[in-house]
């Protein structure tokens, strides 16, 4: 069954991994106030259809956020490490005594 739909996340809406049933995963979006569930597919190898599917789903996700917020993006790793060790005339820095 073929169908498209238009959603828009309302202020409450979120997203989450769930099992209906211990052997059927699903990723459940609320999108306040529509619902929308991905379930496993019954073919053959659904399993790796879903999990190439929800890797592809997550990182166009977040290609989208970093579009419309890159404020909201992690800073970039450091350059240098976060800690000197100072030796001179005072010995090492460190602990104390």
Do not use: W
């Not at 166009?60 to 970039?76: F, H, K, M, Q, Y």
Request: glycine fraction near 10%; charge should be negative; hydrophobic fraction near 40%.
């Amino acid at each position: 069954m073929a169908f498209n739909v238009s959603c828009s996340p309302g202020n409450d809406a979120a997203a989450a991994f769930m099992r209906v049933t211990p052997q059927l995963p699903a990723l459940v979006l609320y999108l306040d106030p529509v619902n929308l569930e991905i379930q496993l597919p019954s073919s053959p190898g659904g399993t790796l259809v879903l999990a190439k599917f929800c890797r592809e789903l997550a990182r166009e996700a977040a290609n989208l956020a970093a579009e419309i917020d890159p404020d909201g993006e992690p800073a970039p790793p450091e350059r240098g490490p976060r800690h000197r060790l100072v030796t001179g005339d005072y010995g090492d820095s460190g602990a104390g005594y």
